[in-house]
């Protein structure tokens, strides 16, 4: 078995930022139709601590051939009819690290069955590389001493799964929501195919679903306040400036250039594993 490796996010392409997964998604995915997001939902957003500054409207496909309409900042997808069931954040509190969701998978819900899409012949389908990908990011997560525990089967019945991860036409990176007010993980994980290209290894692969699964069980991008591994040279806040925004995870170090898969960006040389900080964070809230 591979040894435990790390969480982070979104590249940094020989030499070249690319911003966090979800931009890469926008430009190519699937028939994709794109709206500018209403005041009265930008103001839902923030207060729940979500990047408004790029965020659009969506009509996303899912891997049965249906489509649905989703709020999107970055690599972040938050379905626009459950946008209310959302509650506001609390404003953050000390020097902080890891961050949360305003929801995290509630414990009825934490034996998580993950389908990962194939045998439709369909650009749905993940192709080897990430099947591969999905088994070892899957298998970071069961080795941990907590309470979430992850059954990963592929195939294209999806009526049994809680999590699906499929594959979309696109860049390099991926998507993913939130666990649901009812205290369910997020859904659907999308897996762009740029990724299975040459430039980018089975752990660069391993790193983005592991990344996205991340934000599926409740985690928010360590560098939310200032996207420190998405390029920013600017100085650092002493904390965070949006507020409310993201929840600290109490007992998780301050550092704002620690290394996590959480990280906004990620590069060609992530291997796809845990950091400590990362255990810690999932070991405290699971």
């Not at 028939?31 to 209403?38: G, L, S």
């Not at 970055?74 to 305003?102: A, F, M």
Request: glycine share 8%; hydrophobic share 35%; charged share 20%.
């Amino acid at each position: 078995m591979k040894n435990l490796k790390l969480l982070a996010l979104c590249a940094v392409v020989i030499g070249c930022l690319i911003s966090c997964q979800k931009e890469d998604v926008t430009d190519t995915t699937l028939d994709e139709v794109t709206q500018q997001a209403t005041k009265a939902q930008l103001e839902k957003l923030s207060k729940m601590g979500v990047n408004t500054e790029k965020v659009t409207i969506e009509d996303i496909p899912l891997p049965d051939g249906s489509k649905e309409k989703y709020l999107v900042s970055g690599d972040i997808t938050i379905p626009v009819k459950n946008l209310e069931d959302y509650p506001d954040l609390l404003s953050l509190d000390g020097d902080n690290k890891q961050y949360r969701s305003d929801y995290i998978v509630a414990p009825q819900y934490r034996n998580i069955r993950i389908l990962g899409w194939t045998g439709t012949g369909s650009t749905f389908d993940l192709t080897p590389k990430m099947q591969t990908a999905l088994s070892w990011a899957v298998a970071n997560y069961n080795v941990l001493p907590n309470t979430l525990n992850f059954t990963l089967t592929y195939g294209n019945d999806q009526s049994q799964a809680d999590m699906v991860v499929y594959r979309v036409i696109g860049g390099a990176g991926g998507s993913a929501g939130f666990p649901t007010s009812a205290g369910r993980p997020n859904r659907y994980v999308r897996i762009n195919s740029g990724l299975d290209s040459n430039t980018y290894s089975y752990n660069v692969v391993e790193h983005v679903i592991g990344h996205e699964i991340g934000h599926s069980v409740g985690f928010r991008h360590q560098d939310w306040y200032n996207r420190w591994s998405c390029g920013y040279t600017g100085p650092l806040p002493a904390e965070p400036s949006v507020s409310p925004a993201a929840i600290w995870i109490s007992g998780t170090p301050w550092s704002p250039y620690a290394d996590s898969i959480m990280l906004g960006c990620f590069n060609t040389g992530e291997d796809g594993e845990f950091t400590a900080s990362d255990r810690d964070a999932l070991n405290i809230l699971y």
